[in-house]
């Protein structure tokens, strides 16, 4: 019986020290604490998360190794002025490599889709509100280019409503790539009002389908939405 309690004593811990953990990136990379920021105190985040000092301490060493916060003795914790790139768990061993808009898009169409079963089991109400709320904002966006910004901050969101630090590390990979070169060139040529009009009902049925728990129809609306854009895009080649 004491084995027992041990071994859910331990579990407790353990979902505890991942659930700061994934908080705390999730702040991080969303922008909730904006660069230059100061974080919760220890004492606050111990209390909110039910860990202890050693175990917040051992996180906080992890993040700042990323280069996604910096700790000053005496004052407290803070978001890096410039993150490091180093991002998420295994993301600190990769580099933006060189990838085509086609090889880039083959590829989200084989992985986004994978994301649906994981967010249906893992996403929190929390989850489905900021995903609501890309929405909103992308809707009242006032030009394209700000659109477009709140377009892939929402396919982030996507990744962060996994709680799957591996995949939000790959998927912050595609993002940089997303926002460079090529691929920025071609967004620019393609994005109309329009097209505009089209993503947001897109991403209203992506996201009310997860919101539901509903692993086929989400699975397919984000199957088609980027079989679109990759037909949007790559025909401009």
């Known amino acids: 019986m004491r084995a027992m309690t041990n071994t859910a004593s331990l579990q407790i811990k353990t979902d505890s020290m991942e659930s700061l953990r994934m908080e705390l990136l ?3 990379q969303s922008g909730s604490w904006p660069p230059g920021s100061r974080l919760p105190t220890e004492r606050d985040l111990c209390a909110t998360f039910g860990v202890s000092r050693s175990g917040l301490r051992r996180v906080l060493a992890e993040l700042r ?3 996604l916060i910096t700790q000053k003795v005496g004052s407290g914790t803070y978001v890096a002025e410039k993150p490091g790139k180093a991002e998420v768990g295994a993301g600190r ?13 083959e590829a989200r169409l084989l992985l986004e889709p ?6 249906v089991n ?6 489905f509100d900021r995903l609501e709320d890309c929405c909103a904002r992308a809707e009242a966006a006032q030009t394209l280019e700000e659109f477009e910004k709140l377009d892939s901050a929402l396919h982030e969101q996507l990744a962060l409503a996994t709680q799957n630090a591996l995949f939000i590390s790959v998927f912050r990979l595609m993002a940089e790539i997303r926002d460079s070169g090529e691929w920025g060139f071609l967004k620019e040529k393609v994005l109309t009002a329009e097209r505009r009009a089209v993503l947001q009902k897109e991403h209203r049925q992506i996201v009310a389908a997860l919101r539901q728990r509903d692993v086929d129809t989400a699975r397919r609306a984000i199957f088609d939405h980027l079989a679109q854009a990759r037909l949007n895009l790559l025909w401009r080649i």
């Open 122 to 127: 893992n996403a929190t109400t929390a989850d």
């Open 93 to 105: 061993f990769l580099a933006v490599p060189s990838v085509s808009p086609a090889e880039l898009m």
């Open 26 to 28: 999730k702040g991080l």
């Open 65 to 67: 190794e990323q280069g």
């Open 114 to 119: 994978m994301l649906v079963d994981l967010i």
